[in-house]
């Protein structure tokens, strides 16, 4: 019922800043929670941040937790994500995705019903 489009990635040196987007269309994220995850080739998906729509909670990693911060923008329906402080082991493709659960563990990948095609970043040393 929503599409999800991510944008922001591309090559960026250690220690610098990139902010990704997700944006949604066909639909508003309103009755969403969106999380952000992240595959590296040869790796599992892995978790990397949470927010309920609604409320603005957060939930992170915890080993991303304080470089990175994830948001959304009611006005142009988006969740967002800033990265900070980048590593080499940033380094994958991260996708949006979308669930309409309102329970569950937020960092397993079977409560999403919805994701993104990715968008590939790329740290360098």
């Known amino acids: 019922q929503v599409q999800l489009v991510e944008s922001g990635g591309g090559l960026v040196q250690a220690g610098g800043s990139l902010r990704l987007s997700c944006a949604a269309s066909?639909?508003?994220?309103?009755?969403?929670?969106l999380g952000w995850f992240r595959q590296a080739p040869g790796k599992e998906r892995e978790f990397v941040a949470h927010?309920?729509?609604?409320?603005?909670?957060?939930y992170y990693a915890n080993s991303l937790k304080g470089r990175f911060i994830i948001s959304r923008d009611n006005a142009k329906n988006t969740v967002d994500l800033q990265m900070n402080g980048l590593k080499p082991e940033d380094t994958a493709v991260y996708y949006c995705?979308?669930?309409?659960?309102?329970?569950?563990?937020?960092?397993?990948?079977?409560?999403?019903?919805?994701w993104g095609q990715g968008t590939q970043v790329t740290v360098s040393s």
């Open positions: 995705a979308a669930t309409t659960l309102t329970y569950g563990s937020v960092n397993e990948e079977s409560i999403y019903d919805y």
């Open positions: 066909g639909r508003t994220f309103r009755t969403y929670n």
């Open positions: 927010i309920r729509w609604s409320s603005g909670n957060t």
